[in-house]
């Protein structure tokens, strides 16, 4: 009944629309990407009017106007993406340039996964009404095994996230198994999700599986409980696919934090122009002084075994795609040699080493959050939200397509080729001037 009710809302809009001839914004000459299909739709004109995609058809036959109006030339539009694996900035003074760089790489959705309770303020300033800057999705500040939490704690902590509108609770471990049953009867009263590591008590071992897959966690990262399982493994897959649980794989953090690049290689890696000599010198050193630390030998053996940890991930990770359980995707930009935004292609190509195809890479990181979160984006579809990035390039026949993103639509402004290019160069500029400053 009600996707009737929508159906016919939407068929009115469409007609009162047509009758005014206007929309806010026609997108001309474009190429839709379909991410389901995996299929390209040739040449069509996609009129947004509030920020809603109303009207999408072919180009020749179209006689859309709009108060603006873009001619794109045959480039390809998909959905936006999202990194559903982020550590917001330490301070608010790096917060711009944190979003900066997400949307020169056409990300336009983050989830926080090392929450803080000021991210509330920075999500009412930052994400207002007229913002462009990326949309904020927040977890209360993480707990961890060193919590001896108290009846009364818990239910101040799950009620003051929930009054404030936090997405989620984060677990990184957890002290003992009664402290989580607590925990997950309180999220479950006032229908508050968990998420993030699968819980290990401070004794050391793992959550016992059906307390854990009897409560309110809704998100699995990093493989937790999956990657280096022999004799769980199997039932664990069956308890997250009966569970609708998603998985964030996280795979980048594990390759680049493998030791595998050289000290000449990992300064050219994916993004590291827009890190200061300055950083980059100290990371290095930081490596340096680890390697020596434990020798030659060690390192190597350290990398062999590193490198067959993540071929055992892109195993796993193919099952749970065969299996139809939901991943998100993000390389959990958080440590050296990594860059928010820039990595997204990081982990996009890593990902094909599971055997994913391209577009089931892409929804990882635009449908499934949708989905996640259930939003009304990630596919370019009359009655979705305008959320979307033109392309130069068939991004279903290379990835490497999203290294080059000519436009960012969302949230009722567009960022052109120039507008992005400039930002870009501000960045990099920021850079130049931090690294001289140093010297």
Not at 114 to 139: A, Q, T, V
Not at 216 to 224: K, R
Not at 248 to 276: A, D, H, R, V
Not at 330 to 357: C, F, H, Q, R, V
Request: charged share 25%.
């Amino acid at each position: 009944m009600q996707k009737t009710i929508l159906f016919v809302a939407l068929l009115l809009v469409q007609l009162i629309y047509a009758q005014q001839e206007k929309y806010d914004v026609v997108f001309k000459n474009v190429k839709l990407v379909s991410l389901d299909k995996n299929t390209i739709t040739e040449l069509q004109s996609v009129a947004v009017t509030k920020g809603k995609i109303l009207v999408i058809e072919n180009t020749k036959k179209s006689k859309l106007k709009g108060v603006k109006e873009f001619d794109l030339k045959g480039h390809y539009i998909m959905p936006s993406l999202a990194d559903a694996h982020v550590h917001l900035p330490e301070e608010e003074t790096d917060l711009k340039r944190f979003f900066e760089l997400n949307l020169i790489n056409g990300v336009t959705k983050l989830r926080s996964m090392r929450g803080d309770w000021k991210h509330i303020e920075w999500r009412n300033k930052y994400n207002n009404e007229n913002s462009f800057y990326p949309k904020l999705y927040l977890s209360a500040p993480p707990i961890s095994r060193n919590y001896d939490l108290t009846t009364e704690q818990i239910e101040a902590f799950v009620k003051g996230a929930k009054a404030n509108k936090m997405e989620f609770i984060k677990i990184l471990s957890i002290k003992n198994q009664d402290i989580f049953k607590e925990l997950d009867s309180v999220c479950k009263k006032y229908e508050m999700p968990l998420g993030g590591h699968f819980p290990r008590l401070a004794s050391g071992i793992s959550l016992n599986d059906a307390v854990f897959f009897n409560s309110n966690y809704n998100s699995i990262e990093h493989l937790g409980g999956l990657a280096g399982e022999t004799t769980l493994l199997n039932s664990r897959i069956k308890a997250i696919k009966e569970n609708n649980i998603y998985v964030c794989p996280t795979l980048s953090w594990y390759s680049i934090g493998s030791g595998q690049n050289s000290f000449e290689e990992l300064p050219k890696l994916t993004g590291m122009e827009f890190i200061s000599d300055a950083t980059m010198q100290e990371w290095l050193e930081s490596t340096k002084k680890y390697r020596e630390k434990i020798g030659d030998q060690a390192y190597k053996d350290e990398v062999v075994s590193e490198m067959k940890d993540l071929d055992q991930k892109y195993v796993i990770i193919e099952r749970l795609q065969k299996e139809g359980i939901k991943m998100l995707l993000s390389p959990d930009a958080s440590s050296k040699y990594m860059l928010t935004g820039a990595n997204m292609i990081t982990e996009m190509e890593l990902l094909k080493n599971a055997k994913l195809s391209n577009a089931e890479i892409l929804q990882m990181a635009t449908r499934n959050f949708s989905d996640f979160f259930k939003g009304n984006y990630g596919v370019l579809e009359v009655g979705k939200d305008a959320d979307f990035i033109v392309l130069e390039t068939n991004p279903l026949k290379d990835l490497k397509a999203l290294t080059k993103v000519n436009g960012v639509y969302f949230n009722e402004q567009f960022l052109d080729k120039s507008q992005l290019e400039t930002m870009k160069q501000n960045l990099l500029q920021t850079t130049n001037d931090q690294s001289v400053k140093n010297e």
